[in-house]
Every structure is written in structure tokens, then in C-alpha cells.
């Protein structure tokens, strides 16, 4: 599939989207109480793999509208499709290894192919085997309590995914993180998704978590908060010279990529120069303003190249087709000073929404096509209905 942006860039006011980041969390905390309600669930591929997940924990579930009602009394299967959702392939393995036996994690080759490093020397130490396939990570074995020593420079989602898991263990844990932590944020608005449902996690020192043992999620009904993370993508359009409002956001949010607002003044004010470790996932949508603008030089970098796809690499290569010039270096990139101009070929998702997102954002300045833009289906599936809303013309081509 292809979409086509005419060029024009958009104005007005829109509502943020709901927190992805939160609506996986406050699912699976209300899936582990048995009961309850989630509102402000989007549509996405991510959102329904969570909930393919939920499923197969036994947890039978209602969607009415933009609500998620848990049920609970459902069959249990040992088979959970995660589809390309790296955040519920990696917050499901502890859950599902708490109850022992057999189970099978299935998903697009390039989501297992991410890795899942942290868990696999966890169960070595306890003695649960790991079979790996192109499409598919077998387990066997049981969760015990214990302490984990788990690195905080890979991913944050296997810190959670042992949060969700800990608590409900019949001894105490302890979770010491052995590198700086990145992405804290996130693991901020897990402890507090965990705290709606009465569930405690200590931090007892900056590199260390007490866990406690045989607690219980209470059920509660919840709203999901606006993300900051797809509305950064919204909000891009203002760094270009016209007038955008972003509706419902809470500025309090643990959210670490609420960030973006004080990244997109210094863009809009000259030659950026940031470090994103704490906030990987704006790295598209920030060298894409760069490029449009002063350029810049972004460190803290190097977790891109275990997303969806290699997005430094993936950016670098759109961007020459715009005319600009990216420099990708290990930890680092840096986005040269240039002319867009509009494109000879169309330019390419790469599988990934967003890759999509940004460069439909500078698609609106040069007018282009792009090809694999049902990727945005991952996230935000509303987004070009949303920026078409703005008033940016786009024709989706099958």
C-alpha cells in the first residue's frame, strides 16, 4: 500500500491519541486483576496483540468502542501471538512463565530476531529452557523468586515485563539493574500503572528494586492518558512554519517523550544538538525536523537499530532521497544542512510507522510517495485521517 502527500503544510487544533505506552501497562494490570475496565484504547496492531496475549492467559475480554472490559474465566492457551509488538512479546514472557509447563511466543521474524537476551540468561540461571525459530520462542519451566541482574542499556520493556511478573511470585525478589538505565521513564509508568491496582515496587537505591512477594492486583476502571510519543508527530507540523494545537496532553505525565517540546523549540531556533537515550522513539521524527531545518547531531543513539527496523540506517537512506545528507555512527548521527527537494522514487516505510510518520511530515514540503505506509497501522492507525483532518491532502493507493 502507498499514500501519495501533495505538498501544503496543515493548521488547527487536534486531540492528542491515547498513550500506547500506558494502554499496554493499565491492560495487562487489569487483565492480572481479573476484572475491571480500560477506556481510550486505540485500534492499533500493537493494542490487539496485547490483547491476542490476554486472551491466551486465560482473561476473556469485551471491546466496546474505545473501551477494554476484562472479564477474566477464560480457556488458557500455551500459544502467544505478539504479531510485531516488541513491548508485548517482552511483557508477556515473565507472566507466562509464572504458571510453568510449555509455551510458545510467535511473531514476525523480524520481532523475534530484536532478541530477547535479558530473559534468556534469566532462565538459564533457573533452569527454564529456550528454543528459538525464525518465527517462534519456545519455553519451559517456571518463574521462581529470586534476585535479577538485568542490564539497563538494552530495553526497559524486560525490566517491566519482570515488574508485571514479581509481585504475584509466593517469595520476595530483588531486580538490580547492572548499566545506567536508559529509557527510566518508562519504567516510571510501569511502577505507577502497577500502583492504580495496588501494587508496590521499591527502589532502594538508584540500580536497585525490592519486589515483594504473594501481592494482588485489585480491580479498578481506568482512561488511558494522550501520548506524547504519537502526538510529537502532530505537533512536527508547528516546527515547519504553521500553526498547530495539540488538545489533551497532561504536561505532568511520566511520559519521557513529552521531551519533544523542548527538543522542537531548540530545533526551531538553530542547529540541534540532544541526546535521546532516554527518549529513543523520537529519533525518526526529530532527524526529520533537523533535516528540515539546521541540522543537528543526536546522540544516544544506538538502540535504533533494534526497533522496527534500523531506523538510523532507515532514516539515512530516506533522507538522501530528499536531498540531505545523515552521517550514522555507532551512538550517533548526524543530519547535514540542505535543500529538500522532491523525490525522483517513492520513499520507503521500511516496515515501520515511525519511519511513516515523519516522512510524511516532510512530505508536506515537497510533495511525495511512500511506500508501505499501512505501517502506521502498528500504532496509530487514525494518523492520516487525523493529519488529513489538518488539512493535508494525501490519496491512499492500494
Keep these: 500500500m502507498k499514500v501519495k502527500i501533495k505538498k501544503g503544510l496543515p493548521s488547527g487544533e487536534i486531540c492528542a491519541p491515547p498513550s500506547k505506552s500506558y494502554a499496554h501497562r493499565l491492560l495487562i494490570c487489569s487483565a492480572l486483576a481479573g476484572s475491571g475496565s480500560v477506556s481510550g484504547i486505540s485500534g492499533s496492531e500493537d493494542m490487539h496483540a496485547t490483547l491476542d496475549c490476554i486472551n491466551a492467559l486465560g482473561i476473556k475480554y469485551e471491546l466496546e468502542g474505545s473501551t477494554v472490559n476484562i472479564f477474566g474465566g477464560g480457556t488458557p492457551s500455551n500459544v502467544f501471538n505478539c504479531r510485531e509488538s516488541g513491548s508485548t512479546l517482552r511483557f508477556f514472557i515473565p507472566i507466562a512463565l509464572l504458571r510453568g509447563g510449555v509455551c510458545e511466543f510467535r511473531g514476525a521474524e523480524r520481532l523475534i530476531s530484536r532478541g530477547i537476551s535479558v530473559y534468556e540468561e534469566i532462565c538459564k540461571a533457573q533452569g527454564i529452557s529456550v528454543l528459538k525459530a525464525d518465527t517462534s520462542i519456545r ?54 500503572a502497577l500502583s492504580r491496582f495496588g501494587v508496590k515496587i521499591e527502589q532502594r537505591a538508584d540500580n536497585e528494586f525490592f519486589i515483594r512477594g504473594n501481592q494482588k492486583y485489585n480491580p479498578i476502571d481506568t482512561v488511558v492518558e494522550g501520548d506524547f510519543s504519537n502526538s510529537a508527530f502532530l505537533d512536527a507540523f508547528g516546527v515547519l512554519g504553521t500553526d498547530i494545537s495539540v488538545i489533551g496532553l497532561d504536561y505532568c505525565s511520566l511520559q519521557g517523550d513529552k521531551v519533544y517540546k523542548e527538543l522542537f523549540e531548540k530545533i526551531k531556533n538553530g542547529y540541534l544538538e540532544a541526546d535521546i537515550s532516554a527518549c529513543p522513539d523520537l529519533g525518526p521524527i526529530l532527524l526529520a525536523l533537523c533535516s528540515a531545518r539546521e541540522g543537528g547531531y543526536i546522540t544516544g543513539t544506538k538502540r535504533l537499530k533494534i526497533k522496527e527496523s534500523d531506523r ?87
Design 312 to 398: 538510523a540506517e532507515a532514516m539515512a537512506s530516506e533522507l538522501a532521497k530528499l536531498g540531505i545528507r545523515v552521517d550514522v555512527f555507532e551512538n550517533a548521527v548526524k543530519i547535514h544542512k540542505g535543500q529538500l527537494k522532491t523525490p525522483k522514487e517513492a520513499l520507503s516505510s521500511h516496515n515501520d510507522h515511525r519511519i511513516v510518520m515523519s516522512l510524511s511530515v516532510l512530505a508536506t514540503l515537497v510533495g511525495a510517495e511512500i511506500d508501505g505506509c499501512e505501517a502506521v497501522s502498528k500504532s496509530y492507525p487514525e494518523f492520516f485521517e487525523d493529519i488529513g483532518s489538518l488539512g493535508v491532502t494525501y490519496e491512499i493507493i492500494e
Design 139 to 192: 519455553f519451559e519451566g517456571r518463574l521462581h523468586p529470586d534476585t535479577f541482574e538485568v542490564r539497563g542499556d538494552i530495553s526497559s520493556q524486560f525490566i517491566s515485563g519482570l515488574f508485571f511478573a514479581l509481585p504475584l511470585l509466593d517469595g520476595d525478589s530483588v531486580v538490580k539493574i547492572t548499566t545506567e538505565l536508559e529509557s527510566k521513564p518508562y519504567i516510571d509508568i510501569t511502577i505507577d
